[in-house]
């Protein structure tokens, strides 16, 4: 167990919906980085916050946002679903931002878009 | 931009045997880390081991060590003893440190599928 919490586990929902996917960083830490993986993108960060703060874009839609909150926990929306949305969603935090500290996923969101 | 090439889509090893997953990467960068993540069936990513550019040692961590040949650019991960528990997607990863934004994230290869049998 990582100690990183993403909820829900599973996620099925129909073509141009909007869904919520929730993270709880592991206690103490104030990075958190989203990621999607998908069979045919693999694995692709898109996005970081830190301490609330956005800090970096990945390959991340216009119809996907996300926030950090106070207390540190993120959200990642997704919105106008469309079928390639599908893909198991990650998120992972660290202590803080520099290049050694090591990232701990969550278990993820497996998204399905019908 | 930096790319991680995993060239081998799917390994077997036979249990209690050492296996050597490869991983070769590309940038102009000299400050950058090496990763490795295990994704199990049930789709979690697990740390596994760490090697900055600028260490002279291998990684080690338990039954896993990371052979770094900085000079051809590629960051082996090397199992020993190995485990029916160790079948598992493999992922290697790397990141910059000079860099800003977007190019300090990790990116990853396409991974490593090991099967080991009994």
């Known amino acids: 167990d990582s100690g990183v919490t993403q909820t829900p586990k599973h996620l099925i929902t129909a073509t141009g919906q909007r869904v919520t996917l929730r993270c709880s960083p592991r206690?103490?830490?104030?990075?958190v980085y989203w990621y999607q993986q998908s069979l045919d993108q693999g694995l692709q960060f898109l996005i970081q916050y830190y301490n609330g703060e956005e800090r970096a874009k990945g390959n991340i839609l216009e119809r996907f946002s996300a926030q950090q909150f106070p207390d540190l926990h993120s959200e990642l929306n997704l919105s106008s679903l469309e079928l390639g949305d599908s893909a198991l969603y990650f998120c992972?935090?660290?202590?803080?931002?520099?290049?050694?500290?090591?990232?701990?996923f969550g278990p993820g969101t497996r998204l399905t878009v019908t | 931009a930096q790319k991680i090439t995993q060239t081998q889509p799917g390994m077997f090893v036979q249990e209690k045997e050492a296996v050597t997953l490869d991983c070769t990467y590309d940038t102009s960068d000299q400050s950058y880390g090496l990763f490795w993540y295990k994704q199990p069936s049930s789709g979690e990513m697990i740390f596994l081991i760490y090697q900055g550019s600028y260490d002279e040692q291998n990684a080690t961590e338990g039954r896993y060590s990371l052979n770094f040949q900085k000079a051809r650019k590629s960051a082996n991960l090397v199992i020993s003893a190995s485990q029916l528990g160790d079948s598992a997607m493999y992922f290697c990863a790397m990141r910059l440190l000079g860099a800003s934004g977007s190019a300090r994230q990790l990116t990853f290869g396409s991974g490593t599928q090991l099967t080991v049998l009994p």
């Open positions: 992972a935090s660290s202590v803080a931002l520099g290049i050694t500290y090591e990232q701990y």
């Open positions: 206690s103490g830490d104030l990075s």
